[in-house]
């Protein structure tokens, strides 16, 4: 088989805080028993829960979905194979898996905060002119 026949494309995680397991179970195309049990085998896989109960993942959480995948599905590693795998591989090595997008929201902030001290004088002025106004 060639390797483009094999090959996976990575799905685009969206930009949310948390993600609910159907969704994490349809970005990685597993089924949410699937990621249950991977939460048993798998330290660093632990989602948060909510109030109700919910399991709330975060998006390093389904990074490290998708990663698991890759190795137990595309690599034919075992579970305790890649469990050693994540384990053993370099802290750097896990958290620079290529350049990230910017996400939207970060982009109007670095435009909203550019230039902090013209848009920090302009907000003094106004709130001046309220007290003004106010008084």
Do not use: C
């Amino acid at each position: 088989m060639s390797d483009t026949a094999t090959a996976v494309v990575t799905p685009e995680i969206p930009d949310k805080l948390y993600f609910r397991i159907g969704d994490v179970s349809r970005l990685a195309g597993i089924k949410p028993y699937v990621l249950r049990f991977w939460e048993t085998e798998f330290p660093g896989l632990g989602p948060k829960k909510s109030g109700t109960g919910h399991r709330l993942y975060r998006r390093k959480d389904v990074e490290l979905v998708l990663e698991i995948k890759r190795l137990l599905y595309e690599k034919r590693f075992t579970i305790e194979g890649a469990r050693k795998f994540l384990e053993d591989r370099p802290r750097s090595a896990a958290a620079k898996p290529g350049p990230k997008p910017v996400p939207q929201k970060a982009q109007v902030q670095a435009q909203l905060f550019d230039n902090s001290a013209d848009a920090l004088a302009a907000v003094r002025k106004e709130l001046t002119d309220i007290l003004v106004l106010l008084a």
